[in-house]
C-alpha cells in the first residue's frame, strides 16, 4: 500500500473516497456537506459509521464519506487509528483502491496523523497469503491531506504500521514454514536490510555457553534452537542501554505434558513476543533514537519428541540456577531465563520482555489488557506511558515477594511451574528471580497477541501488540 501526504484542497483530491471526520456531539456538521447526510438520519456520527455520497458536486473524489468519530470530547490518535482501519476495511470491500483522509483544523496535528497512517496500514494487512484464490485486496493508496506540513508525521506512522505488519505476518507464518532457523534467518535479513548488527547464536554456541534450560526444552524438537541478537547503536552513543526480549517458540505442543488438541493450531503465535521485538527493531533501525537498543530472541519449538524434556528433570541454566522441569508447557520461562542472563552478561542497564507466557493472564484480563510485571517501578511507568499514548492497553500485576513462597522444590534451585494459583504472576516472579536487580519489565501477551474475532478495524489473527509500544519506549527514553 502506498501512502502519501498532500497539502491541497481536499476539493481537489483525487480518490476513490474522501473521509471527512463526522463528531457524534457536534452542534453543527463540521462541514456544510453533512447537512444533509445528517438531516436525512443516516449519518449521526456514531463511531465506524461510514455513509456515502457518491459523486459528490464540486469534489475531486469520486466518493464522500461521513467517517463517524464518535464524540469530539473523547476523540484521540487511538480512536482514529480505529476509524482510518474500519474505513479500510469497510471500503476496501466495495471495489475502493485509494483512499484520502482530511485532517483540518483543530484536528491537524503530528500525532493524528501519525496514527491514522497507522490505523490504515494495520486495517489493510490481511492474513490470507497462504490462499491460492479469494484473498481478499489490498488498497492501493492511503492519502492524508491537511494545510499543516504532516509528511514527517505520516512517513512516521507508515514506518510503526508497516513495522507492526512485519510481526504480524511472522506470527501468522504456521510452525512447519516457520522454524526457529527461519525465524532466525527473517530476523538476519530484516537486518541486513535496516542497516542492524546480527548474530545467530547456534545450538552449538548455546550449549558451550551453558544454555541449558533453553536447549533442555529444545531437546523434543528436531529443529535445531537460536538465539537471534540485533543490536542498535545511535550515532552518540548512550549510557543506557535498553534490552527487548522476545519469547520465540514457534510451535508449543506442550512437550510431554502435551496440550488438548482442541486449539493448539494456535501455538503458532507462542513466538509473538519474539516478532513484536523484531517489528520494533526494524522501526528503531530506521527512526534512530538515541538509546542503544539490543534485541534478544531465544527460539525453540516444544515438541514431544524421544529426546524432549520429562517431568521432574533438572536442568541447569546459564547463571548456573537448576530448574526442577515440573511441567514441559511451561517452556516459556526456561528460554527466556538464558536470554535474561545473557543481556545481563552484555551489561544492559534495562530490560523488557514480551512473551504469551501464561494462559493464567487471559484468566486474569480477558483479550483486552497485556499484564505488565516488573521489578522497577520507574520502569514500568515508563513502559506504561509509552503504551498510554500508542493506545496499547497494559494493566500493572503484583510481583511481591510474597509470592516466591509459591515457587519452592526440595530438589533444585527452582521449580518451573507454582501451584494452582496465580500462575501469571508465579510465571513472572520465576523470571524474575535471573533479572538481579537491573530494572525490568516483564509483558505477558498470551491475551492480547492474538484476535479471536475480526474487529471493524483489524482482522482477526496476529495483532502485533507491543510492537508500538517498544518503538515509543526507545524514541522517548530519557
Ligand atoms: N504458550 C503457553 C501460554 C499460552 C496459553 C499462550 C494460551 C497463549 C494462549 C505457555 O507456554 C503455557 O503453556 N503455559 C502454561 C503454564 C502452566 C503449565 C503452568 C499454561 O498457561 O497453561
Ligand atoms: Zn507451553
Ligand atoms: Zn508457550
Known amino acids: 500500500m502506498n501512502v502519501e501526504f498532500r497539502s491541497i484542497p481536499f476539493t481537489a483530491v483525487e480518490a476513490d473516497a474522501l473521509l471527512l471526520l463526522h463528531f457524534e456531539d457536534a452542534e453543527t456538521p463540521a462541514h456544510e456537506w453533512f447537512g444533509e447526510l445528517a438531516a436525512s438520519g443516516e449519518s449521526k456520527g456514531k463511531l465506524f459509521d461510514l455513509p456515502l455520497l457518491h459523486r459528490p458536486a464540486g469534489f475531486a473524489a469520486k466518493r464522500l464519506a461521513a467517517a463517524g468519530a464518535g464524540p469530539a470530547k473523547s476523540f484521540t490518535p487511538a480512536v482514529l487509528r480505529k476509524i482510518t482501519g474500519a ?109 542492524l548488527d546480527c548474530e545467530i547464536l547456534d545450538e552449538d554456541r548455546m550449549r558451550q555457553l551453558g544454555m541449558g534450560s533453553l536447549l533442555g526444552v529444545a531437546m523434543g524438537s528436531a529443529q535445531p534452537p537460536a538465539m537471534i541478537i540485533l543490536r542498535y547503536v545511535p550515532a552518540e552513543p548512550s549510557q543506557d542501554h535498553l534490552c527487548l526480549i522476545g519469547k520465540g517458540v514457534t510451535f508449543d505442543t506442550g512437550g510431554v505434558s502435551i496440550k488438548p488438541s482442541d486449539g493448539m493450531e494456535k501455538m503458532k503465535y507462542d513466538m509473538a513476543g519474539g516478532a513484536a521485538v523484531l517489528g520494533a527493531m526494524q522501526a528503531i533501525a530506521q527512526l534512530k533514537p538515541n538509546v542503544t537498543v539490543t534485541a534478544i530472541v531465544p527460539t525453540v519449538e516444544n515438541m514431544c519428541g524421544g529426546k524432549a524434556l520429562r517431568p521432574g528433570d533438572i536442568v541447569t541454566s546459564l547463571s548456573g540456577k537448576t530448574i526442577e522441569v515440573l511441567n514441559t508447557d511451561a517452556e516459556g520461562r526456561l528460554i527466556l531465563v538464558d536470554a535474561i542472563e545473557y543481556a545481563r552478561r552484555l551489561g544492559v542497564t534495562h530490560m523488557v520482555d514480551a512473551a504469551t507466557l501464561t494462559g493464567a493472564i487471559v484468566v486474569a484480563l480477558g483479550h483486552v489488557h497485556v499484564g505488565a510485571f516488573t521489578n522497577n517501578d520507574d520502569m514500568l511507568a515508563k513502559v506504561l506511558a509509552s503504551a498510554r499514548t500508542q493506545g496499547e492497553n497494559m494493566w500493572h500485576m503484583p510481583l511481591d515477594d510474597d509470592y516466591k513462597d509459591y515457587l519452592k522444590t526440595p530438589f533444585a534451585d527452582l521449580p518451573n511451574i507454582g501451584g494452582r494459583w496465580g500462575g501469571a504472576i508465579t510465571a513472572a516472579y520465576f523470571l524474575k528471580e535471573w533479572t538481579g536487580g537491573t530494572p525490568w519489565v516483564h509483558l505477558d501477551i498470551a491475551g492480547t497477541a492474538w484476535l479471536e474475532e475480526t474487529k471493524p478495524f483489524l482482522a482477526k489473527g496476529p495483532t502485533g501488540v507491543c510492537v508500538r509500544t517498544f518503538i515509543d519506549l526507545a524514541m522517548n527514553w530519557r
Open 87 to 195: 474505513a479500510v476495511r469497510a471500503l476496501k470491500t466495495k471495489g475502493v483502491r485509494s483512499i484520502a483522509l482530511c485532517l483540518d483544523h483543530p484536528y491537524a496535528e503530528a500525532a493524528l496523523a501519525a496514527a491514522a497512517v497507522e490505523g490504515a496500514v494495520l486495517g489493510n494487512y490481511e492474513v490470507d497469503i497462504h490462499k491460492s484464490e479469494g484473498k481478499a485486496t489490498d488498497l492501493a493508496t492511503f492519502i492524508l491531506v491537511s494545510p499543516a506540513d504532516l509528511a514527517p508525521a505520516v512517513a512516521h506512522g507508515e514506518t510503526i504500521a508497516t513495522a507492526q505488519n512485519f510481526t504480524r505476518a511472522l506470527v501468522n507464518e504456521p510452525g512447519n514454514l516457520l522454524p526457529p532457523l527461519e525465524l532466525a534467518a527473517r530476523a538476519a535479513k530484516m537486518a541486513a536490510a535496516n542497516g
